[in-house]
């Protein structure tokens, strides 16, 4: 059985797109969404999305890690889809119902409201997460949000000086974040901008991170660092994100077609 997909990007984020509405697309799981992201065996992906029916929404969209884990919201992919869908459409996802729609500078998607709660981030245990007393080596007081997924976010003087190789994944699976978290490094420039670095849950450092570059901005935000209109830079390019008065979070940045291809659901152990 020869599957269809698009290999798409946002920012270098890139995402194996499959689209199971018409059907002729095999079951997803953990095991296959990991081997058709592996980068020597298989097409290579941070991130495989399944674009599936919805009866709440234009259509639904699921998000595996390259580790074959299920996730609730992704930024750049919803940029992706939106893309494909070539004009204003609502997803479904695991995180809530999101809007994309094209617009300057590429797709404009309304990532709905944060959630600052320690139980709706999630935590262990109750603490104040506009500053949590907490640290990891030179890592501490970070603030955490969830913006349809979970980020704790660390400001610092250099960011492009962490070792975020070594202490993302430290971060990432401490019991204090029981769904394991998202680890952004950001470094405040002005109040209009933000240099970033994203330690994605099940991912690991990515080239961006829209969901991260959406909570970082909403942190600052919260600090008083920036203003309510802010450029993220990460090492793929810029993302533009807002925060408005009805309290939703707009994100505004390109994504990209790469190539299309099939490839042999057999060669994965699917059977046909």
């Known amino acids: 059985m020869r599957v269809p997909f ?7 984020n890139d995402f194996i797109v499959l689209d199971a509405r018409a059907g002729g ?3 997803m799981d953990a095991r296959l969404a990991a ?3 592996d980068r020597k065996t298989g097409i290579g992906c941070d991130q495989l999305i399944l674009i ?3 009866e709440l929404a234009t259509f639904r969209m699921r998000i595996f890690n390259a580790d074959g884990s299920e996730v609730e919201a992704c930024g750049n992919a919803t940029r992706a889809v939106g893309l494909l869908h070539g004009a204003e459409a609502t997803i479904e996802t695991l995180g809530g119902l999101l809007k994309a729609a094209p617009a300057d500078g590429g797709i404009a998607v309304d990532m709905g409201e944060p959630r600052f709660d320690w139980q709706a981030i999630p935590l262990a245990y109750a603490m104040d997460t506009l500053t949590m007393p907490v640290g990891w080596e030179d890592l501490d007081a970070p603030a955490a949000v969830n913006v349809g997924n979970p980020h704790v976010v660390f400001f610092v003087p250099d960011c492009g000086a962490v070792e975020v190789e070594r202490l993302g994944p430290l971060i990432e699976h401490d019991p204090l974040f029981p769904a394991r978290i998202n680890v952004n490094i950001a470094t405040v420039a002005s109040r209009s ?3 970033l670095r994203v330690w994605e849950r099940g991912a690991g450092e990515t080239r961006a991170c829209g969901t991260g570059a959406c ?8 600090r008083g660092l920036v203003d309510r209109q802010v450029t993220v830079s990460l090492a793929g390019g810029d993302l533009a994100i807002g925060w408005g008065a009805d309290n939703r979070i707009t994100m ?18 699917v059977a046909g």
Request: charged share 20%.
């Open 252 to 269: 505004t940045g390109p994504a990209v077609e790469s190539f299309r291809g099939t490839f042999d659901a057999a060669d994965y152990g």
């Open 215 to 222: 909570a970082t901005a909403i942190a600052a935000m919260r």
């Open 25 to 27: 697309v095999p079951a």
């Open 6 to 12: 698009v290999k798409m990007h946002g920012l270098g």
């Open 193 to 195: 901008h933000i240099r």
């Open 35 to 37: 081997a058709l992201a």
């Open 52 to 54: 599936e029916p919805s």
